[in-house]
């Protein structure tokens, strides 16, 4: 009898990991012709702010029109992502909150917010105050 509570108990781990695992990669972001749309204007904007960045060694991620632009990633281990603030009026933030990372300090047009991602995995992140009214979330795959 024990040890088909043992096995039983094993199996839904495995479901349970199974789950976790499907849920992770149902987490990255639909990129809809609208949100393409934005994104080449959010890359357009960035260069006519920055038209010399050197931007060796960092992924950046542009926000702008409550975009994360790209709104999916895939890093290896060690990678730094940039969150770039390319909007002319409105300020962000960064919150991988179901990593349990603490939300960026809120930044404004022309400011940026960094993360190193140190360990492989699905990290699905939000703006703090733009992902409920605006659904304004990214994802970031790390591999090792």
């Known amino acids: 009898m024990r040890l088909r509570t043992i096995a039983a108990a094993l199996m839904a781990g495995v479901y349970i990991l199974a789950a ?3 849920l992770a990669a149902s987490a990255k972001i639909e990129v809809t012709e609208e949100r393409k749309r934005a994104c080449a204007k959010a890359d357009a904007r960035y260069k006519e702010i920055f038209p010399d960045a050197k931007d ?3 992924v950046i991620v542009k926000l702008y029109r409550y975009n994360f632009c790209p709104p999916n990633l895939k890093v290896k281990v060690g990678t730094t992502v940039r969150w770039v603030n390319v909007d002319k ?3 962000h933030s960064v919150w991988l ?4 990372v603490a939300e960026s300090e809120r ?3 022309e400011e940026k917010f960094e993360f190193t991602f140190t360990s492989p995995g699905a990290f699905p992140y939000l703006c703090g105050p733009h ?3 605006e659904d304004m979330r990214g994802f970031v795959e790390v591999t090792p």
């Open 131 to 133: 992902w409920k009214d």
């Open 107 to 109: 930044f404004f047009p």
């Open 20 to 22: 976790g695992a499907a």
């Open 56 to 58: 060796a060694g960092v």
């Open 89 to 91: 009026r409105t300020s």
């Open 97 to 100: 909150e179901e990593s349990g």
